[in-house]
């Protein structure tokens, strides 16, 4: 199994350009995450799904959209990219129950610059 | 919204000392998660602790569930340089739905001195 994988690992945009990541996992997880990674504050929520076909915002969504088209991949995309959106993003996956429902897997992270 | 507090915020440490970690709210937490970070890779989870008071241990990590609901305590025993990293405490706070949404600490980085 590949776990969570995540395309691409590294982009650098220009102010106002859009680009969409993408989130995938091979393990049936029902649950999957999108979260942002920036010094010192820890891993912040930015969209969340439960399910295929639903997706819900998390504590800092704004500049951001996904979607859940299919159960094992999710997408995050922005519009229209902003300097304050360079950070490291990380998904991650859960079941929704039963053993190990909460521990979140992690994928290797899209490190993104926008200039 | 909720939030984790994690203390140290970093550790810089001899080879061979043991470390301890920990993560407090002002809230009660049904779940408590402890995840490593290397440098320049995803979160990995360390342990996973279910129920007030538990203890658990992973090799020479061990993690509690305190009592109160309200903390978690991470300790490394005699450290090694590939324990350099950051330390991130999570939780799953009571009432908050079906949708394993977690809530971090900031972490905790890790330096090791041969």
């Not at chain 1, 959209?65 to 519009?79: A, I, P, T, Y």
Request: charged letters at 15%.
């Amino acid at each position: 199994n590949a776990g969570v994988t995540q395309t691409p690992k590294f982009r650098v945009l220009k102010t106002g350009q859009s680009m969409t990541l993408l989130c995938a996992q091979d393990m049936n997880h029902e649950y999957m995450y999108w979260y942002r990674q920036d010094p010192g504050m820890g891993l912040r929520l930015i969209h969340y799904s439960v399910g295929e076909g639903t997706t819900a915002k998390g504590e800092v969504p704004d500049g951001y959209n996904v979607s859940r088209l299919k159960k094992q991949n999710f997408l995050l995309g922005l519009e229209s990219a902003a300097p304050s959106q360079t950070s490291v993003y990380f998904c991650a996956s859960t079941h929704s129950r039963g053993a190990g429902f909460n521990e979140q897997f992690f994928g290797p992270g899209t490190r993104l610059t926008v200039l | 919204g909720q939030q984790l507090n994690q203390s140290p915020q970093s550790m810089f440490i001899q080879e061979g000392e043991d470390v301890s970690m920990n993560c407090t709210s002002s809230s009660i937490f049904n779940t408590w998660l402890w995840y490593k970070q290397d440098p320049g890779e995803g979160p990995v989870l360390l342990i996973a602790l279910y129920k007030a008071g538990e203890l658990t241990s992973n090799g020479r990590l061990t993690a509690q569930f305190g009592i109160t609901r309200k903390d978690s305590f991470l300790n490394i025993s005699a450290s090694i340089p590939s324990d350099v990293g950051i330390y991130f405490c999570a939780g799953r706070p009571n009432g908050s739905g079906n949708t394993g949404k977690l809530i971090f600490g900031q972490g905790t980085t890790l330096q090791v001195k041969p």
